[in-house]
Nanobody, 132 residues
Framework: EVQLVESGGGLVQAGGTLRLSCAAA????????IGWFRQAPGKEREGISC????????YYLSSMKGRITVSSDNGTNTVYLQMHSLKTEDTAVYYC?????????????????????????WGQGTQVTVSS
């Protein structure tokens, strides 16, 4: 069974940095794209980035563009979300999700990268709290 486990969340001051990890198990890493999402209290889950693990192409979305970097380590089946210049409004639960590339979705078309509907597996989330 496919498993995704996020880690690295916590409490950080505004302006600080944080790196989240998404460890994947029980699937062929290069057959998937990984998306990063976040959900603040009372708000819908928002896609913030995705990476094609086959070709390494990365797509950045939303208000975090310019403040995040996504990378992958195919040797350890881990995807990272590096965040800097964090703001209080970045407080949310952060999720990673896997999309099977065999579906044929073109990730350059933003909805395929940002819409939860197109992702097959989800992690449990990790809380990020940014204090002022």
């Amino acid at each position: 069974e496919v498993q995704l486990v996020e880690s690295g969340g916590g409490l950080v001051q505004a302006g600080g940095t944080l790196r989240l990890s998404c460890a994947a198990a029980d699937f062929t890493f290069e057959n998937y794209a990984i998306g990063w999402f976040r959900q603040a209290p009372g708000k819908e889950r928002e896609g913030i980035s995705c990476i094609n693990l086959l070709d390494g192409n990365t797509y950045y979305l939303s208000s975090m563009k310019g403040r995040i970097t996504v990378s992958s380590d195919n040797g350890t089946n881990t995807v990272y979300l590096q965040m800097h210049s964090l703001k209080t409004e970045d407080t949310a639960v952060y999720y990673c999700a896997a999309q099977f590339l065999g579906h044929g979705y073109d990730l350059t078309f933003q909805p395929y990268c940002s819409n939860t509907y197109y992702f097959d597996y989800w992690g449990q989330g990790t809380q990020v709290t940014v204090s002022s």
